[in-house]
T-cell receptor
């Protein structure tokens, strides 16, 4: 199993250009996430998809759009890139928490290797 | 609102000494707590999690973490540090009660540096 894969690994854009970051997982997980990582700020959630067919905004959604193409794939699109979007982007997936024995199971997230994006 | 604090940006430890990476949290109700590790140019890897039960949780690579409800802390520990433990460590929290609006919140990270 490849786990969570992301393409591309690196990308340089000019301000105003658009691009799509691709993410796929082969663990049959229901939930998928996009984060950005900036120095000193940890990971911030951009968008997530709790299950196929649904997407929701996270902490920092402005300037991004997402598509949950199917259960395996969750893409992140920058329509008009800005220098403030220079960051490392991580995709993650997890099984959707569910009730088992009267308690909710937890949702350990599994991360892809990241995409390093520079916007000039 | 839920939050996670990692008060130390960097922790420096000599190889063979015990290490502690601190984490405190704020969440409504009981928490799920996680530790992740990130090696250079890699994604985050899961280390361990606390759901319920024993306050001392054992995880990968000899790490363990102690849940302290009264102090709202979940510090990561290892009895004897290795140079290969040098990495960026993230604490994360989510409310015990799941809803579509509840998400995992990550701390800002602590860089652990182990000197030979």
């Amino acid at each position: 199993n490849a786990g969570v894969t992301q393409t591309p690994k690196f990308q340089v854009l000019k301000t105003g250009q658009s691009m799509t970051l691709q993410c796929a997982q082969d663990m049959n997980h229901n939930s998928m996430y996009w984060y950005r990582q900036d120095p000193g700020m940890g990971l911030r959630l951009i968008y997530y998809s709790a299950s196929e067919g649904t997407t929701d905004k996270g902490e920092v959604p402005n300037g991004y759009n997402v598509s949950r193409l199917n259960k395996r794939e969750f893409s992140l699109r920058l329509e008009s890139a800005a220098p403030s979007q220079t960051s490392v982007y991580f995709c993650a997936s997890s099984q959707k928490p569910r009730l088992a024995g009267g308690k909710h199971t937890t949702d350990t997230q599994y991360f892809g290797p990241g995409t390093r994006l520079t916007v000039l | 609102a839920q939050s996670v604090a990692q008060p130390e940006d960097q922790v420096n430890v000599a190889e063979g000494n015990p290490l502690t990476v601190k984490c405190t949290y704020s969440v409504s109700g009981n928490p799920y707590l996680f530790w992740y590790v990130q090696y250079p140019n890699r994604g985050l890897q899961f280390l361990l999690k606390y759901i319920t039960g024993d306050n001392l949780v054992k995880g990968s690579y000899g790490f363990e973490a102690e849940f302290n409800k009264s102090q709202t802390s979940f510090h990561l520990k290892k009895p004897s540090a290795l140079v290969s433990d040098s990495a960026l460590y993230f604490c994360a929290v989510r409310p015990y009660f799941y809803s579509s609006a509840s998400k995992i919140i990550f701390g800002s990270g602590t860089r652990l540096s182990i000197r030979p």
